[in-house]
């Protein structure tokens, strides 16, 4: 019979990571891209939105898992979501209130549309076209949802991006301890402390990248890009490697 394959990689330490520093990239570098080469949010979202899709394209044409393609497909939707959130946010005018509802009802329409077709939201159970569709369609509402959640408290309540950093931290934590500590649902647990490492990663973005007047650290969106970028393409390379090792003799088949 022949071994059907996970298109997604095993929820890891190593995959919560490089997803957090993946989101503080999207944050980074859509800021970067926008506003400092001055490309505007119109045209950087056609481009990125561009590169999206040829990565996609990519993606499912591998029709497995292969670390390279996966977290490339991150980064880009990273980036693409929080330009959404941006455009709507700065070119039309949508309140940074408005925008988490919406997302949040985009978000659990597209998860019981997912469920209602596959009786399953899990990870590990990404190992068809149909699945994987609904799986990054859903990644892409969580970084748009996460952009505007953190901006939300960041800017508009006026918590400022440590503060915001520490309650997504401490809501992420409270997750993990349902979890591991009182029996919550796994495939719940996952896709909660999905959603809450996007404005997490944001807001640690922002810290770094932001002015001192802005209350960030003033490191600069490229440096800041260029560090978690650099972390993550080191790990992404050990975990190829690491794919590719035989399985030890005992577990082989």
Known sequence: ?????????????????????????????????????????????????GLLLIALWNQFRLKRYVPVSYWVVVVFTSITGTLITDRLVDELGVSLMTTTI??????????????????????HSINTAKRELFYWVAILFTFALGTATGDLLAEALKLGYAQSALIFGVLIGIVAGGYY?????????????????????????????????????????????????????????????????????????
Do not use: C
């Open 1 to 49: 019979m022949k071994k059907v394959l996970n298109r997604v990689p095993e929820v890891t330490g190593s995959f919560w990571i490089i997803k957090v520093l993946a989101t503080t990239v999207g944050e980074t570098a859509a800021d970067y891209l926008s506003v400092t080469l001055n490309l505007g949010l119109g045209i950087t979202s056609y481009i990125m939105s």
């Open 102 to 123: 919406v997302f949040s009802v985009v978000l659990l329409v597209v998860f019981a549309l997912w469920y209602l077709k596959e009786k399953t939201l899990a990870m």
């Open 181 to 253: 500590y009182f029996r919550m649902n796994a495939v719940l647990a996952f896709w909660i402390a999905y959603i809450l490492t996007r404005p997490l990663g944001a807001s640690v973005g922002d810290l770094l990248s932001q002015p001192a007047k802005n209350g960030g650290f003033g490191l600069g969106t490229v440096e800041t890009s260029m560090l978690f970028l650099s972390i993550i393409v080191s790990l992404v390379i050990y975990l190829s490697l690491k794919q590719k090792q035989p399985a030890p003799i005992d577990q082989q088949d």
